[in-house]
């Protein structure tokens, strides 16, 4: 079964420094692979993904993942963090379950906060 | 413009008390998904439903149902069978496809006393 990592439930980090946020999967075959954000009580949003094609996947507010299949990794950086990052960062792969059926398969979440 | 809409966004309910949780969307989506979420448990999957009349168990469905009758609505209902209800609830949608990301509402926040 596949499995989703996220190293470090919570991430401190200075205004303007750069952010990353790790994500590793275990998987038997290349998944499709997503970064959500969740600002507190709110919904969840999707930041990135990565289907086939180009390993750097570029998405909004101006984060971006790098899919290394050697490393089975995706981690989630950003050059520059702003105030506005901190949020619950979650990363989920795609589980094939049956069919066109689709299960995601969730990372525990990191807490990004930004200091001033 | 289109959208997941959950409501109420704060529930309170008494304990042994069955209680529904709404989710509307007008994306026109085919899935539709109930998570619930807990402090550090980060996002476990209730139920999901692929297409209307139709819908799965997902790996903590024991206390809950759904009912999918319109392809826009699909809500869950926390039974007095559930051990833990107190929880914060997201409803998601998503075209079908097998790489389509997930579209959230805001979630309700549900408090059994």
């Known amino acids: 079964a596949q499995s989703v990592t996220q190293l470090g439930s919570h991430v401190s980090v200075s205004e303007g420094a750069l952010v990353l946020l790790r994500c590793n999967y275990s998987?038997?075959?290349?998944?499709?692979l997503f970064w959500y954000v969740q600002y507190p009580n709110q919904g969840l949003q999707l930041l990135l993904k990565y289907t086939t094609g180009a390993t750097l996947v570029k998405g909004i507010n101006g984060f971006e993942a790098e899919f290394k299949k050697s490393e089975t990794s995706f981690h989630l950086t950003k050059p520059s963090a702003h105030m506005s990052d901190a949020a619950e960062y979650f990363c989920?792969?795609?589980?094939?379950?049956?069919?066109?059926?689709?299960?995601?398969?969730w990372g525990l979440g990191t807490s990004l906060a930004v200091n001033p | 413009d289109g959208g997941i809409t959950q409501s109420p966004k704060y529930l309170f309910r008494k304990e042994g008390q069955n209680v529904t949780l709404s989710c509307e969307q007008n994306l026109n989506h085919d899935a539709m998904y109930w998570y619930r979420q807990d402090p550090g448990q980060g996002l476990r999957l209730i139920y999901y439903?692929?297409?209307?009349?139709?819908?799965q168990k997902g790996d903590i469905a024991e206390g809950y149902s759904v009912s999918r009758e319109k392809k826009e609505s699909f809500p869950l209902t926390v039974t007095s069978a559930q051990k833990n209800p107190t929880a914060f609830y997201l409803c998601?949608?998503?075209?079908?496809?097998?790489?389509?990301?997930?579209?959230f509402g805001n979630g309700t926040r549900l408090t059994v006393t």
């Open positions: 989920a792969v795609s589980d094939r379950v049956a069919g066109n059926n689709r299960k995601l398969i």
């Open positions: 439903s692929q297409i209307v009349n139709d819908f």
């Open positions: 998601a949608s998503a075209p079908g496809a097998e790489n389509s990301p997930l579209h």
């Open positions: 998987s038997s075959v290349p998944p499709y």
